[in-house]
């Protein structure tokens, strides 16, 4: 069975940057689509970045050019880097990985962004 392990997630100041990862084991994640989510107390789950397996990618529009998707298959994991942070994108991170025979999330990092 497929198991996701994020990390990465952390305290950082407005503007500031990070990036996550989401480490792969029990399978390859080479014929999955990939996605990263967040949710904030209170609020649902959201999407904020998806990557297919030929390597197209989606962001929500209030990430769109400030957060990048990327996998590296050789590696089994897909990464998040976020720049340019907003207290807003203050939430705890997940990834997921989705394929015909099912969908894997991970347990999920906190990312607070804050002064």
């Known amino acids: 069975q497929l198991q996701l392990v994020e990390s990465g997630g952390g305290l950082v100041q407005p503007g500031g940057s990070l990036r996550l990862s989401c480490a792969a084991s029990?399978?390859?994640?080479?014929?999955?689509?990939l996605g990263w989510f967040r949710q904030a107390p209170g609020k649902e789950r959201e999407l904020v970045a998806q990557?297919?397996?030929?390597?197209?990618?989606n962001y929500a529009d209030s990430v769109k050019g400030r957060f990048t998707i990327s996998r590296d298959n050789a590696k089994n994991t897909v990464y998040l880097q976020m720049n340019s942070l907003k207290p807003e994108d203050t939430a705890v991170y997940y990834c997921?990985?989705?394929?015909?025979?099912?969908?894997?999330w991970g347990q999920g990092t906190q990312v607070t962004v804050s002064s």
């Open positions: 997921n990985a989705v394929q015909m025979t099912g969908t894997y």
């Open positions: 990557i297919t397996s030929g390597g197209r990618t």
């Open positions: 029990g399978g390859t994640l080479d014929y999955y689509d």
